[in-house]
């Protein structure tokens, strides 16, 4: 073997440990945080009135890979932050992982499915 095939088999490996299934979920759709006034309120959908401060609407990602940091905000809700002032939110499938500014890889691949994309932690 040369050195090319040693590095070739050096990157595969680490590719495949890189993008592990236990680290990898499903993205479900893309959101934007909007401040409320204050004093505002919601309706849930039982109907019951709550407090809110924010809500979160859906919007649409350029695809392709983009390094991030993860912050988990609730089940299958993600705070994604890309550079230092901007950031959105994502809805996971089945990711329960605990996050606090964890680096992650987002990768965009969709607008129109259920399966947006991929969140791939480090």
């Known amino acids: 073997m ?3 095939q040693v590095l070739l088999i050096v990157a595969l490996m680490a590719t495949a ?3 592990r299934g236990e680290d990898t979920f499903e993205v479900a759709r893309f959101y934007d945080k909007r ?3 204050r004093d505002s309120k919601v309706i849930d959908s039982y109907d019951n009135v709550k407090d809110a401060r924010a809500v979160l609407l859906p919007t649409e990602i350029d695809e392709g890979t983009y390094d991030v940091k ?3 905000i609730d089940s299958n809700f993600y705070k994604v932050e890309v550079g230092y002032n901007d950031e959105f939110y994502v809805e996971t ?3 329960y992982r605990s996050a606090y500014r964890s680096k992650a890889v987002l990768i965009v691949n969709g607008r129109y499915d259920y ?3 991929k969140l791939v932690f480090r």
């Open 115 to 117: 399966k947006k994309g």
């Open 93 to 95: 499938k089945y990711c």
């Open 2 to 4: 040369n050195i090319k």
């Open 70 to 72: 993860v912050t988990r």
């Open 17 to 19: 440990l890189y993008v």
């Open 35 to 37: 401040e409320l006034p």
